[in-house]
């Protein structure tokens, strides 16, 4: 790790490799693409309908809103890691998300545009698969109405909790607003049109749900517009915060915070710990959320609070992070660059560590087991020579005092 001073304010802290700029060939945005965008959740963010009824755990089925066409999206991606398609009346014909962007209209300069930038924000809007269908916008007040019902649908329980399962105690987030937790799933409140003085508007919700298969599902709230999850202590404002630590997600906030409040990220103290917020982006940026991000960032310059750019250890997150210094340089507030350095993103590397303490403290055990198992071999072996000396001394007259202390001495010679 390494410290780097920028123009006296800004600091970025990272592996080298990590802050040295790629320059990326065709091939290889085109792969990322075909590797990390997930099409499902792409194309519904879209306007795509999907059809319920011939859905499965396993793949989804997609309606086209501008040809009424269905396709057929696989959950997992293949072996190689590509994620493909293929239409529903004829499988033998499909291909990877490029294939269906071309198919839909869009040029190869807009797909470069998408390797290069955010997925939610195309360079045209010409095509049903750039943006979802026009819907009468519900009031502020509506939205936080629904917001806060589906918050409230998830009944928190006294024992362990969804979280557990992602490695997260319940002392990392029972002091914390913006969520509700339950026995089978996590609900996050996310938030829009900050103030200058942190300040935001409930708008929809995130819902983690148990592993199907390998993934762990998240659903965004229907029909209500996205926002940042913000998690922070139930008795603080934004505004009152020395730090605010930005994420690609809110489980990574936590999973960050859990590291710091074990010591196993740094040795800041309890009271900076609980004077740290969190904001997430939900694994996207789009234009209401920069938005938000640079009213956020503004207010940390102003109140000389230091902002934590803590994206995944992936490509995305490495443009997430460009995208994100340029807002806080705009902002000319202070920011840190952090980045795992074990897995892709925080939980990982909370698990990681997780598991490799559960692998120390059974090691441990088995090497206290081994030498306890020794000691009983040698003190058997050192009681039965102590009976072997005490028959030899019995033959030949001694007292017992005298046997005691020649056993004493065997003993130790052992």
């Known amino acids: 790790m390494y410290i780097v001073h920028i123009k006296n304010h800004h600091r970025i802290i990272g592996n080298m490799a990590y802050n040295n700029q790629r320059k990326y060939q065709k091939d290889e945005s085109l792969d990322w693409i075909k590797k990390n965008i997930e099409i499902g959740p792409f194309l519904k963010d879209r306007g795509w309908q999907k059809d319920k009824q011939n859905s499965s755990q396993k793949e989804e ?46 040029d190869w300069k807009e797909i470069r545009e998408l390797a290069k930038g955010e997925v939610v924000s195309p360079v045209h809007l010409h095509s049903p698969i750039h943006a979802a269908p026009e819907q ?21 329980v006294s ?13 990392t987030h029972i002091s914390l607003s913006g969520l509700k937790v339950g026995s089978r799933e996590a609900g996050f409140g996310l938030y829009r049109n900050f103030t200058s003085e942190g300040e935001a508007e409930l708008c929809s919700t995130i819902i983690y749900k148990p592993a199907i298969g390998g993934r762990r599902p998240k659903y965004f709230q229907e029909d209500l517009d996205r926002g940042l999850s913000l998690l922070l202590e139930s008795n603080q404002k934004l505004s009152q915060v020395n730090r605010i630590v930005v994420t690609e997600s809110p489980v990574d906030a936590l999973s960050y915070r859990q590291l710091e409040l074990t010591g196993r990220l740094h040795s800041n103290k309890a009271e900076i ?42 490509l995305a997150g490495q443009k997430m992070v460009s995208h994100l ?36 403290i059974n090691h441990t055990i088995e090497k206290k087991e081994k030498k306890e198992n020794n000691e009983e071999v040698q003190i058997e072996k050192v009681e039965d020579r102590i009976k072997e000396q005490a028959n030899e001394r019995k033959e030949e007259g001694l007292t017992p005092l005298q046997t ?7 003993k130790e010679l052992l």
């Open 61 to 106: 089925t997609l309606i086209n809103p501008r040809t009424g066409e269905k396709i057929s999206v696989p959950v997992n991606p293949l072996s190689n890691g590509d994620r493909v398609w293929t239409f529903k009346k004829d499988r033998t014909k499909g291909g990877s998300l490029i294939q269906l962007l071309k198919n839909e209209g869009w």
């Open 136 to 156: 009468k916008p519900k009031s502020t007040e509506e939205a936080r109405k629904l917001a806060q019902e589906k918050l409230d649908s998830t009944k928190q």
């Open 159 to 171: 024992g362990n909790d969804f979280l557990l399962s992602r490695g997260l105690e319940k002392a």
């Open 273 to 314: 710990i609980k004077s740290t917020a969190f904001l997430s982006t939900c694994g996207s940026l789009y234009e209401q959320g920069n938005k938000d991000l640079a009213v956020v960032f503004k207010m940390a310059a102003e109140k000389g609070q230091t902002i934590v750019l803590a994206m995944d250890n992936d």
């Open 325 to 360: 210094a340029i807002i806080a340089q705009g902002a000319n507030c202070k920011y840190e660059i952090e980045i795992p350095t074990i897995g892709k993103d925080w939980n990982d590397q909370l698990v990681s560590k997780e598991k490799r303490n559960e692998n120390q």
């Open 404 to 410: 005691a202390k020649s056993s004493r001495e065997a």
